[in-house]
């Protein structure tokens, strides 16, 4: 059973940056493409961003384009949220995941596994 731990999380003003990490115990992590999801107090749990296995592919929702950015140390298990230019609205708990399948090239977002989440939270 693979264990996910974020970690990185706080609370920062508007237009500021926060780095989310989350180390995976399981081997081998190489192999999985990994997520991050955020949920906000009353909503569903979104789709934040992904990145392939191999780390030449990410997919990122429109909401946090060209303000986040994911990426991976497969040497350390461990995969990063890059959050720059923070909004209220991103204010919500983030959640990093594992994809379901070994290899994934991101055509499908199935992730299982899912970490324990930390807060982020955005004043304006």
């Known amino acids: 059973q693979v264990q996910l731990v974020e970690s990185g999380g706080g609370l920062v003003q508007a237009g500021g940056s926060l780095r989310l990490s989350c180390a995976a115990s399981?081997?081998?992590?190489?192999?999985?493409?990994m997520g991050w999801f955020r949920q906000a107090p009353g909503k569903e749990r979104e789709f934040v961003a992904a990145i392939k296995w191999s780390g030449d592919i990410t997919r990122y929702a429109d909401s946090v384009k060209g303000r986040f950015t994911i990426s991976r140390d497969n040497s350390k298990n461990t995969v990063y949220l890059q959050m720059n230019s923070l909004k209220p609205e991103d204010t919500a708990v983030y959640y990093c995941?594992?994809?379901?399948?070994?290899?994934?090239?991101?055509?499908?977002?199935?992730?299982?596994?899912w970490g324990q989440g930390t807060q982020v939270t955005v004043s304006s």
């Open positions: 995941a594992r994809h379901s399948l070994y290899y994934s090239d991101l055509s499908h977002l199935d992730f299982t596994s």
């Open positions: 399981e081997l081998p992590f190489s192999r999985y493409a």
